[in-house]
């Protein structure tokens, strides 16, 4: 069970990529897909496996909490043994990407500036983020991990 400041980095980047109304509008981000928005969410129903629908108007995959693209999940399932795309391995593939950005002790020690220039590259909604995306600012982004629980250094 993922916990603490972790558990709250986690909310952080859904709140972040799906935005507060969304999460609340569907399975708390995990059946979410590229595009939704709270006048129109796209949904999915099965945790069985990554959806894999492409949505034509943002050329994206991208679906669950932390918007994982499909070529992204195929590796990640094989890595981590996953049985499935549910909230546990959707959390898993997320701790995993954010272990391979070397900021899980960052956010282990409530610096939460540094965990998220070091993971901008992954989720394109992080201030930093090099993809022209809409970003988030730091401080709403505070905001969310402090309200979800974490603490900062």
């Known amino acids: 069970m993922i ?59 991208a679906a669950g909490r932390y918007q994982l693209l499909h070529r992204y999940w195929v590796s990640y399932k094989a890595l981590l043994d996953l049985p499935d795309f549910g909230p546990d391995s959707q959390d898993d593939v997320a701790i995993q990407q954010i ?23 992954i989720w394109a909604s992080l201030p930093g983020s090099p993809y022209n995306q809409h970003t988030n600012s730091f401080a709403a982004l505070e905001a969310a991990y402090t309200n979800a629980g974490g603490t900062l250094a």
């Open 3 to 61: 916990e603490g400041n972790r558990k709250a980095f986690l909310d952080m980047i859904a709140a972040s990529e799906i935005g507060p109304q969304l999460l609340a509008e569907s399975d708390n981000g995990y059946n979410v897909l590229v595009g939704s928005t709270v006048e129109h969410p796209l949904l999915f129903d099965s945790y069985a496996d990554h959806p894999n629908i492409l949505n034509h108007a943002m050329n994206s995959t």
């Open 99 to 121: 272990k391979e950005c070397k900021a899980l002790p960052d956010i282990d020690a409530g610096d939460l500036s540094s965990a998220i220039q070091k993971c901008n590259r």
